[in-house]
């Protein structure tokens, strides 16, 4: 089942890549262990504030248009809590008889918090690397927020990547962009249904549905 | 081909994406005093922390700064520290010669004027009076400019406050020679001041009559640098 168009997944990795660079150089700057293994403090700073400065590029290049499209529904959606996604947050995940949609409640959140996450830690950026402007406490405040929002994300990307690759059928569906019914069917069942029509989820379980 | 999910449910996504990001940017404004409240809470409990992980927190450690975008590196072997200026006997002194001198230590919180503050710092050097006196000051000397050999950074003191027992030309940091980051291989430390006064990678110290405004104070930063009672801050003195 198609769960991934091609933009989503391109501005899935390009912001990964970015990201990826971003906690590697970031974690360079940051630890004075890894500071004086590595030396070069200089050349890890140019590249983290590249990285930062390219961070809204991926966004800008894929959500207008037709290219877009599939990016701005599943935004719409990560935007919705049904009354499902609640008592599934209630039950912390626990309560098997919620029936979820295309994203779980934890992946809404996730997305609203990495989101927002990423918007603070451009903007401490900008403050950190263009300081001259701004009056001290700003810097002050900026190197607060950008060091605790870091760790913040940090903690949530590895969750991110833990939960991934704990889960390969999900994992395929941002690296092929397809997933297989029998998962969409126990794990997301009404994106399943919304997916074949009502009279397809009626069937027996498996072989009926066709491949991508 | 699919059908597009219903769109129902309460919009609450889209409300915590923005009231986050609102709350983090708006930070950059009331970040420093969180910060203060911080540095206050776990400062104390991270000095006593055995385990390192604390360490890891973005709390009671040093930023690095370098104000010309490079961080200078020389090897001790190839770095000498000259004094001159209105002086009788100008010098210079090697690395070795340094060490030979009678060392002093200081342990302080080492804080920077844009916030953070590093309890206990172990710093290791010689009196920066020792190494003054040796060059004999003339009657006109009133004042003593830093040079670094990035090439860009200055800074001065008053010859009084250069006298001070706690200002030092240090050549180690926690038991450990300094590192190029922190500015090494001698840097000065000036305990009683914010930490821009603490010149890194210094290689030339010149005694003068009217100091030339350093590197930062050109940047707006006060002269007289003193923690808690200058550049607007109200912190602990170190």
């Known amino acids: 089942m198609d769960r991934f168009d091609r933009t989503e997944r391109w501005l899935h990795w390009a912001n990964a890549t970015l990201v990826g660079v971003l906690v590697f150089t970031g974690a360079v700057l940051y630890s004075g262990e890894l500071s004086s293994i590595l030396g070069r403090r200089a050349f890890f700073k140019e590249i983290h504030v590249i990285a930062g400065l390219c961070l809204p590029v991926p966004f800008l290049l894929a959500l207008p248009g037709r290219r877009g499209r599939g990016l701005r529904r599943d935004l719409g959606v990560l935007n919705r809590f049904s009354a499902d996604d609640v008592r599934w947050l209630r039950s912390r995940g626990g309560d098997r008889t919620v029936r979820l949609g295309k994203f779980n409640p934890g992946q809404k959140l996730n997305t609203a918090f990495v989101g927002a996450a990423l918007v603070t830690m451009l903007a401490t950026g900008l403050v950190l690397r263009f300081f001259n402007p701004f009056p001290l406490a700003w810097r002050t405040g900026a190197t607060f927020i950008h060091d605790w929002t870091a760790l913040g994300l940090a903690l949530a990307i590895t969750g991110h990547v833990w939960l991934a690759v704990s889960d390969p059928d999900a994992l395929g569906g941002m690296v092929s962009g397809t997933v297989p019914a029998g998962w969409a069917r126990r794990k997301r069942p009404r994106w399943y249904e919304e997916q074949q029509g009502p009279a397809v989820s009626e069937e027996p379980a498996g072989s009926a549905v066709p491949g991508p | ?238």
Request: contains cysteine; aromatic residues 10%; hydrophobic residues 40%.
């Open chain 2, 1 to 238: 081909m699919p059908i597009v999910e219903s769109m129902d449910g309460t919009p609450i996504g889209r409300r915590v994406f923005l009231g986050l990001a609102a709350f983090g940017v708006s930070g950059i404004v009331w970040g420093s005093k969180a910060a203060g409240l911080m540095e206050h809470l776990l400062g104390p409990i991270a000095v006593k922390d055995g385990s390192g992980l604390l360490g890891l927190l973005p709390t009671g450690r040093f930023r690095i700064y370098s104000v010309t975008g490079n961080l200078p590196d020389r090897a001790p072997g190839n770095w000498r520290l000259e004094v001159g200026g209105l002086a009788g006997m100008p010098y210079s002194i090697g690395f070795d010669e340094l060490l030979g001198l009678p060392a002093v230590e200081l342990t302080k919180d080492f804080q920077c004027v844009t916030g953070w503050r590093v309890p206990q710092v172990r710093w290791k050097g010689v009196r920066l009076a020792d190494v003054i006196d040796q060059a004999v000051p003339q009657a006109g000397a009133a004042a003593v400019e830093f040079e670094s050999f990035d090439g860009a950074y200055t800074e001065t003191l008053t010859l009084e406050q250069a006298r001070r027992g706690d200002v030092i030309v240090a050549y180690e940091l926690d038991g450990k020679p300094i590192s190029s980051a922190h500015g090494g291989p001698v840097r000065l430390y000036v305990a009683p001041m914010y930490g821009y006064k603490s010149l890194k990678w210094l290689q030339r110290i010149t005694l003068v009559a009217q100091p030339r405004p350093g590197y930062w104070e050109q940047q707006g930063y006060d002269v007289d640098a003193w923690i808690g009672r200058s550049n607007g801050r109200s912190d602990t003195p170190a």
